[in-house]
């Protein structure tokens, strides 16, 4: 019973791990950039330029 649960514990970390690398590449970052211009824009006020690719990593640590 013990090892069955270990196994499905095992799989179930591998499938969120997967999903977790996966993302990104699924995911176009590009489309955020005006939703992130225009929060930054209510937030502060002031105008956000942003220059070169946005790039989205869920692994190791989540970054836009």
């Known amino acids: ?3 069955k649960v270990a196994i499905g514990l095992g799989a179930f ?3 969120v ?3 977790l690398l996966a993302a990104p ?3 176009d ?3 955020f950039k005006p ?3 225009t929060a930054i824009r209510d937030v502060t006020g002031r ?3 942003m220059t070169g ?3 989205l990593r869920l692994l190791p640590s989540p970054v836009v």
């Open 35 to 37: 939703r992130i211009a």
């Open 47 to 49: 105008e956000l330029a």
């Open 53 to 55: 690719p946005v790039k």
């Open 25 to 27: 590449l699924l995911i």
């Open 13 to 15: 970390v591998a499938l």
């Open 1 to 3: 019973m013990l090892k």
């Open 17 to 19: 791990v997967a999903a």
């Open 29 to 31: 970052a590009e489309s």
